[in-house]
């Protein structure tokens, strides 16, 4: 599987940006595809996934009810909408993918992902 994430750039604060991850050479009709995200001298961590036959999406506590992610079932891709964008999401976003489905708490860990996009960087200017 090979990831492509785009759709980052420069944005003001309080405004809005649409990530995209297209996958190619998805060959399972299952698993889950989930955004993570890492700024300078941190850890990467967790911002979203959503599961490939079921839909149900996941968030972090941070990102609740200003991101939203939703997957293209004909493109084989999952964006990643980022509204009300504050000065602490500028990171770099990368998707990332795997054929298993566990259980909803261990969908925020990176190593539980096969296949890493090769990230795309956001910055919200205040």
């Known amino acids: 599987v090979q990831l492509q994430a785009s759709g980052g750039g420069l944005v003001q604060a309080g405004g809005s940006l649409r990530l995209s991850c297209a996958a190619s050479?998805?060959?399972?009709?299952?698993?889950?595809v989930g955004w993570f995200r890492q700024a300078p001298g941190k850890e990467r961590e967790f911002v979203a996934a959503?599961?490939?036959?079921?839909?149900?999406?996941y968030y972090a506590d941070s990102v609740k009810d200003r991101f939203t992610i939703s997957r293209d079932n004909a493109k084989i891709t999952v964006y990643l909408q980022m509204n009300s964008l504050r000065s602490e999401d500028s990171a770099v976003y990368y998707c990332?993918?795997?054929?298993?489905?566990?259980?909803?708490?261990?969908?925020?860990?990176?190593?539980?992902?096969?296949?890493w996009g090769q990230g795309t960087l956001v910055t919200v200017s205040s």
């Open positions: 050479g998805r060959t399972f009709d299952s698993g889950t």
């Open positions: 990332a993918d795997t054929p298993q489905t566990w259980n909803s708490g261990s969908v925020r860990y990176p190593n539980m992902y096969a296949y």
């Open positions: 959503i599961r490939w036959r079921s839909y149900s999406t």
